[in-house]
C-alpha cells in the first residue's frame, strides 16, 4: 500500500493514460503502426492502410459520427499559452475536446481551457514551421517548443521564449522571408514507428 502511494506521487500530476483509436478505423490502438502530425497534435494509425487515407483527407477521419466518444489524437501543446508540453511531465489535464487530448502546464491553465475549449482550440488556416524570431526551420510540429498565432498564421516557434517574442512584436520579426515558409496546413508525412 504504502509502495504503491509513493509510486503515484512520483508520477506527474497529469499522467492518467488516454486509450486512443485509429482516426481511420476507430479500432482502440495498442501498438501504433505511424503517426501523423495534423493540427498540432500527433494521430496514431493502427496499420499499413491507414495512413495514406488520412494524409489524403484527415477531416473526413476526424469528425465520423460512429466514433462520437473516441479520442483519435494528444495536442503537443498547452493550448492556453501555447507552449509545448509533454503528457509526462505536464502539471494538468488531459481534457479531451473534439477528440484530441490536451495536457496544460499549470492547473490554471486547464481550468482555462475547460471553461470554454473552442476558444483554445480554433486553428488557422496557414502555418509555418519556421520560428522568425530565430530565423530558422522546425523540423517538425513534435519538436516545436510552441506557437503563436499572428495574422491568420500559426508559426511553430524554437522555443517558448520566442513565442513571447513573436506575440509581443510581430512587426519586427514577420516579413517576406518569414513569408516564404507559410503553407496551407496539412498532415504530414506517416512515419514509421521503430521497435
Known amino acids: 500500500m504504502i509502495t504503491t502511494l509513493i509510486a503515484f506521487t512520483l508520477l506527474s500530476p497529469a499522467a492518467q493514460a488516454v486509450h486512443l483509436a485509429c482516426p481511420v478505423t476507430g479500432e482502440e490502438i495498442g501498438k501504433p503502426f505511424a503517426s501523423i502530425n495534423y493540427k498540432g497534435a500527433r494521430y496514431d ?57 490536451y495536457y496544460f502546464n499549470s492547473n490554471e491553465d486547464k481550468t482555462t481551457f475547460d471553461a470554454d475549449p473552442k476558444k483554445y482550440t480554433a486553428i488557422p488556416a496557414k502555418e509555418a514551421l519556421y520560428c522568425p524570431v530565430m530565423k530558422r526551420e522546425v523540423s517538425d510540429i513534435s519538436k516545436s517548443g510552441g506557437y503563436a498565432d499572428v495574422d491568420g498564421v500559426r508559426y511553430y516557434i524554437c522555443c517558448g521564449d520566442c513565442a513571447g517574442e513573436l506575440k509581443a512584436s510581430p512587426s519586427k520579426y514577420l516579413n517576406a522571408d518569414s513569408a516564404k515558409h507559410v503553407h496551407d496546413v496539412v498532415a504530414v508525412k506517416a512515419v514509421k514507428k521503430s521497435g
Open 45 to 101: 494509425l493502427c496499420c499499413g492502410g491507414c495512413p495514406g487515407p488520412f494524409l489524403k483527407n484527415p477531416e473526413k477521419f476526424l469528425t465520423p459520427e460512429k466514433t462520437k466518444s473516441a479520442t483519435f489524437g494528444v495536442g503537443y501543446f498547452d493550448p492556453v499559452s501555447g507552449l509545448g508540453v509533454k503528457a509526462d511531465k505536464a502539471e494538468a489535464g488531459p481534457s479531451v475536446y473534439n477528440r484530441v487530448a
